[in-house]
């Protein structure tokens, strides 16, 4: 049973680019959540998503960043025009869908965005 | 609003030791805690978790915790440490609305023989 998925694992751009990190659930999960991780601040929640919807983005900042999860496919987080303070790990969990879900969430390996 | 706070962002012992990570939580309902282990460029994974069942929680790997409404503490201690343990360890809180995990900003364990 694959976990869950994040690609690209390492990501660089450069200034001013776009940055699009993906993520694929667990099988049977529906609750996807985004985290950053930044040196000595620990896992930071950006958004927590459901199929087509956004439930929480109380985490995430008000310009460049989005996030969605389609009917089809994987969530992603993209990054406009990004900034050398965006380089950083991002992290995808996921989680099942009620009365299955107890709160856990299990994660991906991350992506490693470094911007030059 | 939940929180946690991790007592020392670092803690060494020697194997065989005792291991004692402290994590103070702060929540105005009723919490779910949880400790996730973090090993270097990997995604955290789910040692044990609380979830107002008993207040002592054993885990993977020989780790347990135990919850103490009194002292809104949820430590994780492990009887005798190896070298495999090293890692940074997240202490997390559910959020009241149920729509995130809030972390601690982890504790590094470091295990010399």
């Known amino acids: 049973n694959a976990g869950v998925m994040q690609n690209p694992r390492h990501l660089v751009r450069r200034r001013g680019q776009e940055a699009r990190l993906r993520c694929s659930p667990m099988?049977?999960?529906?609750?996807v959540y985004w985290y950053r991780q930044l040196p000595e601040e620990g896992l930071k929640f950006m958004v927590y998503?459901?199929?087509?919807?956004?439930?929480?983005e109380s985490g995430m900042p008000k310009e460049r960043f989005s996030a969605e999860f389609p009917k089809e496919g994987p969530s992603i987080l993209r990054i406009q025009q990004v900034v050398r303070g965006d380089s950083a790990a991002y992290f995808c969990?996921?989680?099942?869908?009620?009365?299955?879900?107890?709160?856990?969430?299990?994660f991906g390996e991350g992506s490693r965005l470094t911007v030059l | 609003a939940q929180s946690v706070t991790q007592l020392g962002s670092h803690v060494s012992v020697s194997e065989g030791a005792l291991v004692l990570l402290r994590c103070n939580y702060s929540?105005?309902?009723?919490?779910?805690l949880f400790w996730y282990v973090q090993y270097p460029n990997q995604g955290l994974q789910l040692l044990l978790k609380?979830?107002?069942?008993?207040?002592l929680v054993k885990g993977i790997n020989g780790f347990e915790a135990e919850f103490k409404k009194s002292e809104t503490s949820f430590h994780l201690t492990k009887p005798s440490a190896h070298m495999s343990d090293a890692a940074e360890y997240f202490c997390?809180?559910?959020?009241?609305?149920?729509?995130?995990?809030?972390f601690g900003k982890g504790t590094t364990l470091s295990v010399s023989s």
């Open positions: 609380y979830t107002s069942a008993a207040t």
């Open positions: 997390a809180v559910r959020n009241q609305a149920g729509t995130a995990l809030i």
């Open positions: 929540s105005s309902v009723p919490p779910y």
């Open positions: 099988k049977g999960h529906s609750h």
């Open positions: 998503l459901q199929k087509e919807n956004i439930i929480d």
């Open positions: 969990a996921s989680s099942p869908p009620y009365p299955d879900n107890t709160g856990e969430l299990f």
